[in-house]
């Protein structure tokens, strides 16, 4: 589902960014279990104020078929984060067409908007140790 939650969300943080220096915005979904001290652990390897420029981490997703990649390229969105100059963008940038990039799928949308900065973005590919979605625990349980 894509209401535009994200967007406003990111949107709403970088504004907060411009006085309290946060290093990185998530996003996540209800039924992601993320392990605490994994994810900190994890988190204190990645690049912090004022170097966290341009990053985008998450499960990175490439669309392709028979080995070759096409078409979108975004973060998995049970659990993916932005650096908040990427917040910006996403939030004010007035570079593309949001109508053109939005699809049904939010995690998609945002890879989209991500990849219309014209700088090298940065990519943190998520440790799967960190977080499981809710179903492939629940696959494993039974």
Same mark, same amino acid.
Do not use: Q
């Given at each position: ?5 994200? @967007? $406003?969300?990111?949107?709403?943080? &970088?504004? %907060? &960014?411009?006085? %309290? ?7 996540i979904d209800t039924d992601t279990l993320v392990y605490p ?7 204190? $390897?990645?690049? &912090?104020?004022?170097?966290?420029? =341009?990053? !985008? *981490? ?6 392709? =078929? /028979? *080995?070759?990649?096409?078409? /979108?390229? !975004?973060?998995? *969105? /049970?659990l993916y984060w932005i650096s908040p100059d990427i917040a ?6 007035? %570079?593309? @067409?949001?109508? =053109?990039?939005?699809?049904? #799928?939010?995690? #998609? $949308? $945002? ?8 700088? %090298?973005?940065? /990519?943190?590919?998520?440790?799967? &140790? ?11 349980? !039974?």
């Amino acid at each position: 589902m894509n209401d535009g939650k994200s @967007d $406003t969300w990111f949107r709403y943080a &970088s504004l %907060l &960014s411009e006085s %309290l220096y946060f290093d990185y915005f998530g996003k996540i979904d209800t039924d992601t279990l993320v392990y605490p001290s994994e994810f900190f652990s994890f988190l204190s $390897t990645w690049p &912090s104020f004022p170097n966290n420029v =341009r990053i !985008y *981490g998450g499960r990175y997703i490439v669309w392709g =078929r /028979h *080995g070759k990649a096409y078409g /979108h390229t !975004y973060m998995a *969105g /049970h659990l993916y984060w932005i650096s908040p100059d990427i917040a910006r963008f996403i939030g004010f940038s007035n %570079l593309f @067409d949001r109508n =053109r990039l939005c699809t049904d #799928m939010e995690d #998609m $949308t $945002t890879g989209s908007y991500v990849n219309m900065m014209p700088n %090298l973005i940065h /990519h943190i590919e998520l440790d799967e &140790s960190v977080a499981e979605e809710a179903k492939v625990i629940s696959e494993s349980i !039974y």
